[in-house]
């Protein structure tokens, strides 16, 4: 079975610059999260996409950061503008509908702000 | 909201020492799952513990989920320079959405 894949695996960017990270999660998993997990901490959860809709986004900086799913399958998530204080990993992961809830984590896109 | 906290922050064992952490939560959880990161690596599953006072073991490791579903612990008896990683525990406060320690660091020298 294929893991969770994303891309770009490093970007560095200046300040003020725009940046998107891709994500195709497992096949036929319906649950998709995005997490940024800085440096030293635990993943903290940004965005949670059940198949094509969001189902808690409680903790995305919205004016800056917005994700999308739209058909239900792969997703990104945007920066834009960056600022010095988003530089971590980014994180995908996806769940199965129902049975166990384990989340399967892609290897992250390490981004560095400038 | 839901705080997950983990003790120690970090660890340092000889090979063939015994490793435990500590995850307490200031909510009670469904449940709880246990994650090893690598270092430059992501989050691998672990395990996951439903019930109170569950006890739960994989080779040399012990996984305990407390009573009041509020903590849980992970022990690594006889270390290996392979257990070398973060371990984090995280538990949903709702749903399915996990809320992650800030993880304990584990290095083991031979």
Known sequence: EAGVAQSPRYKIIEKRQSVAFWCNPISGHATLYWYQQILGQGPKLLIQFQNNGVVDDSQLPKDRFSAERLKGVDSTLKIQPAKLEDSAVYLCASRAAGGRETQYFGPGTRLLVL | ?110
């Open chain 2, 1 to 110: 909201g839901q705080q997950v906290m983990q003790i120690p922050q970090y660890q340092h064992v000889q090979e063939g020492e015994d490793f435990t952490t500590y995850c307490n939560s200031s909510t009670t959880l469904s449940n709880i799952q246990w994650y090893k990161q690598r270092p430059g690596g992501h989050p691998v599953f672990l395990i996951q513990l439903v019930k109170s006072g569950e006890v739960k073991k994989q080779k040399r490791l012990t996984f305990q989920f407390g009573e009041a579903k509020k903590n849980s612990s992970l022990h690594i008896t006889a270390t290996q320079t392979t257990d070398v990683g973060t371990y984090f525990c995280a538990g949903p406060p709702s749903g399915y959405a996990l809320n992650f320690g800030k993880g304990t660091s584990l290095l083991v020298t031979p």
